[in-house]
């Protein structure tokens, strides 16, 4: 007969997955609280003390550690001597193994939890023995999650188990022991730390680093104020990132993961009070990043005003002594160099994207003019601003810019018109050296018009669109300038 061992912490459909078992001539072993599920059940089922002859000894610590378990596992029968060993040592070959494990992070996920508690919920036997039955896939059914028992039942029924699927068993193996392995390395070195809240207090939500470097907001070291909370995170990374991009003095205010005020100066008190004069209103409770020292003067100005999060590589003594007066607002001191390796992950339903960090810098020599109006040097300054601040704003966005700062920005509608509309209506100001920066192309000439409407005299756009020409057209009656950069900056 076939044996099967059955050893899970998630009991759900095991006991009809061995009464199948049963059914289609499987001899079954199991070890305590699962046996004892079984044998509740009526499910004819052996210990594996019977196999190893050895019991279950250390409060469970140890029962399949043993030659006779994973002797019958690691065979590769198609191997002469494999067989002869096993006929020596009276090892009997098994041929599906089902394992899940303890519940480490749902132990650890406890808000009381103690490191005694989650060293016992270390599960040592289970990874063993899914690792050995992954490895040897050829030969042995390996089961890690119980949504798969009835598909591996109708096709052990239908002879239908080949080894694509045997294959396809083994990956989801490896996955899961390598995230239980990954959550132990969390709890254990510190990594792991526990939010308040996520996004909204009804979501539980953990901080997890996969990064202790200081150009990073994992690696960041927190000079004063309280726990940075999940909204904190992402909107200090998203500042993070745009403020790196900027060689001379910038600041970044962002709110809601989209920057509302971006300003640069030959100071960096000059570069903040552009940024904040960009946006005065939604700048309130934001999160503000600076790429040079924050020093006296700009921290005053910073601090006649409600911030959550502070971000600079270096705060002087004075300005330090001033803004921890405010014992809730937080002071980040991070490295800002940028780091082009960096990849960004985002989580989806059953997996994860990766994709490198959108770091390409366009620079006016790279770009095309393709309308008869150039654009002016001032112009041309405010299009290397506009255009560094677009790619960090949500699709489809519209950002208009001078040559010192943000003047209107539009985020996240869901056509370009939209964009440039709410950019407009929220400028600052409206003159001839104020540029229109698109992060896509212009499908259609409309948002050309509303340009023009407002008084706009240069766009900034990628082009690429079947459709260019119409908006180069409609560029040239109007007589604005029209600069493309071949480069996409979509944001999602």
Known sequence: MRKALLSVS????????????????????????????????????????????????????????????????LADRDNEEHVKAMETHNIAPIDLVAVNLYPFEATVAKPDVTEADAIENIDIGGPTMLRSSAKNFKHVITV???????????????NTVDYEFRKSLMVKVFSHTNHYDEAIVNFFSGNKETLRYGENPHQKAEFIRTSEANNTLAGAKQLHGKALSYNNI?????????????????????KHMNPCGVGTGETIEAAFQNAYDADSQSIFGGIVALNREVDLKTAEKMHAIFLEVIIAPKFSQEALDLLTQKKNLRLLEIDMSLDEKEKEFVSVSGGYLVQDKDLLNVKRDDMRVVT?????????????LGWKVVKSVKSNAIVLANDKQTVGIGAGQMNRVGAAKIAIERAIEMNDNVVLASDGFFPMSDTVETAHAAGIKCIVQPGGSIKDQDSIDKANEFGIAMVMTDVRHFKH
């Open 144 to 158: 890690v999650d119980p949504s798969d028992y009835a598909t591996i039942v109708e096709k052990l029924k239908n």
């Open 234 to 254: 992402k909107d200090a990374d998203a500042t993070l990132n745009l403020v790196k991009q900027f060689d001379i003095p910038a600041a970044v205010a962002v």
């Open 372 to 384: 008869n109006t150039e654009p002016t040097e001032a112009q041309w300054k405010a299009i290397e």
């Open 10 to 73: 998630d009991k759900t459909g095991i006991v009809e997955f061995a009464q199948n078992l049963v059914s289609l001539d499987f001899e079954i072993y199991s070890t305590g609280g699962t046996k004892q599920a079984l044998v509740d059940a009526n499910v004819p089922v052996k210990s594996v003390s019977e196999l190893t002859n050895f019991p279950e000894i250390m409060d469970g610590r140890v029962k399949t550690l043993h030659p006779n378990i994973h002797g019958g596992i």
